[in-house]
């Protein structure tokens, strides 16, 4: 094993096998992988790197989601009041309907 000449215990290595993958749209093409060796430390790497890319996916879905409250929050707000009440306003919430509508297409 030339990959693990370095590694101080190659008998803690784990092999990870991949299945058939599809490379292209083309039905009729795929490849199989070679299995693949992880160390130990290998493994420590790829868990940090992993969270950090989670977090900062994490930290873009939350901005996103702020965005998205503040450009409709007042519509959002009287939109659940009227909700929660199990008694809507019809006309409330046709005004929340007209206005969520209009912030749509200036948004555009």
Aim: proline share 8%; with cysteine.
């Amino acid at each position: 094993m030339e990959e693990l000449a370095d590694d101080p215990r190659p008998e803690e290595c784990v092999e990870v096998a991949f299945g058939p993958m599809r490379p292209s749209k083309n039905p009729d093409l795929f490849v199989i992988p070679e299995p693949l060796r992880i160390t130990p430390a290998d493994l420590a790497r790829l868990r940090v790197e992993t969270e950090l890319a989670m977090g900062e996916i994490r930290a873009e879905v939350l901005h996103a989601e702020l965005a998205w409250r503040m450009a409709l929050g007042r519509w959002y707000v009287k939109g659940k009041a009227a909700v929660d009440s199990r008694e809507p306003d019809v006309a409330l919430l046709a005004r929340i309907l007209d206005g969520l509508r209009k912030q749509d297409v200036a948004s555009v």
